[in-house]
């Protein structure tokens, strides 16, 4: 919600407080009288008094505080009036995020600081989590190895996502114990998050949100179609944006086991897991999102630059016209004319005086107004 106010067009609901304007108004020309007579004052000490040394007197004194005060107050009479502006309201869809998380054995590689690639992606998701407004935003959850398994439908609840997150953060649900986690079949991660957004539509119509893709990866062994599959997500216009977890030096694969406890080798499995750069920057490329690598760029940055891509495809659904409560734009500038006054005070009694004083005018207010 994007309100932008017409402030020549302002009104005021209670408008017999305009009278108090009268006021100020009369304070005024006694200030203008007060500083008529120090001028006069000071012209006249200049004239009669003899001094050895030349004596500096202020032009105004202490006065810059009462004209201060005066503006302050008239603030405070405005915003009892209750002033009002038209406003036009954009009313914007979100972003319907759909995360692509790779499960496979590779993310067990401990080659990023702080755990393994799984774990490394987990944090990094919790940031993403907390970058999002959560207002009109949804967000979906998929996981995929040889086979994808979605965990969460699109959302407006963060409760749901970090909830999954704090369940997931330590490995992920493939075991190794499955030779289903020894592939990345990224044709069928897409083919799920495509799903994800059908099945969405299918229970609740037609999403206004942008959606968009965001995996998560170190691009090892990639298997199925995957140039289908990317055509298949920009043929619905959604880009895909990937973010890299791991390092070029690598380290080594976890040993696999079979159902039986007994480890076996598999020969076209190498010994030492690195990150594909080169292969996921294509892959962002021909998707038509951009490439991130966790580690290279900070967390946040990575974060709020997907956002902010995916808020540029954001359309604007409808514009309201309301009216907004302008009072608080008096009540601030009554406050911050009468601090400036307080720079021209030089009394220390004084300045304690208009303090309380201060003090028991806003208490009063709050009591009108509330």
């Known amino acids: 919600m994007l309100p932008r106010i017409a402030f020549g067009e302002v009104a005021f609901g209670r408008p017999a407080y305009l009278w108090l304007l009268v006021l100020p108004a009369l304070l005024l020309a006694v200030w203008i009288w007060r500083l008529a007579a120090r001028r006069a004052d000071v012209r ?35 915003a009892l009036a209750g002033p009002q502006g038209p406003a036009t309201t954009l009313r914007q869809g979100g972003i319907d995020l759909v995360i692509l998380q790779d499960g496979s054995a ?50 407006t609840d963060p409760n749901t996502f970090f909830f999954f ?17 020894w592939d990345t079949n990224l044709e069928r991660g897409i083919h799920w998050g495509l799903r994800l957004i059908e099945r969405d539509e299918e229970m609740y119509g037609e999403s206004l949100n ?21 055509e298949e997500a920009r043929g619905r216009n959604v880009p895909l944006f990937v ?6 030096g690598g380290a080594r694969m976890p040993r696999f086991s079979s159902p ?7 020969p076209s499995t190498p010994l030492m897991s690195r990150l594909d750069r080169p292969g996921l920057q294509r892959i962002a490329e021909k998707a038509g999102g951009q490439y991130f690598e966790l580690g290279r760029d900070g967390d946040r940055r990575i974060a709020n630059a997907i956002i902010d891509s995916g808020r540029r495809r ?19 500038s009554a406050a911050i004319l009468a601090g400036f006054g307080l720079i021209f005070l030089r009394d220390r009694t004084e300045l304690w005086i208009h303090f309380i004083g201060a003090g028991l005018a806003l208490v009063g207010l709050g009591r009108l107004l509330w």
């Open 44 to 78: 006249r000490l200049a004239r009669h008094r003899l001094l050895p040394v030349r004596e500096r007197l202020t032009i105004i004194g202490d006065l810059p505080f009462w004209l201060f005060l005066l503006a302050a107050i008239s603030c405070l009479i405005l």
């Open 106 to 155: 590779s993310m067990r590689v401990s080659d990023v600081p702080g755990g393994d690639r799984w774990q490394r992606s987990m944090r990094f998701l919790r940031t993403l989590g907390d970058a999002l407004s959560w207002r009109n935003d949804r967000v979906a959850l998929s996981l995929f190895a040889r086979i994808a398994a979605p965990q969460i439908r699109l959302t």
């Open 165 to 181: 997150l704090d369940h997931l953060s330590d490995q992920p649900p493939f075991r190794l114990e499955d030779e289903s986690s």
């Open 210 to 230: 942008a959606p968009l893709f965001i995996m998560l990866s170190d691009g090892e062994w990639w298997s199925g179609e995957v140039d289908r599959a990317i």
């Open 243 to 248: 973010v890299g977890v791991g390092t070029l």
């Open 260 to 266: 039986n406890g007994v480890e076996e080798r598999d």
């Open 314 to 332: 954001v359309r604007t659904l409808d514009v309201s016209e309301d009216a907004e409560q302008l009072y608080w734009y008096f009540l601030n």
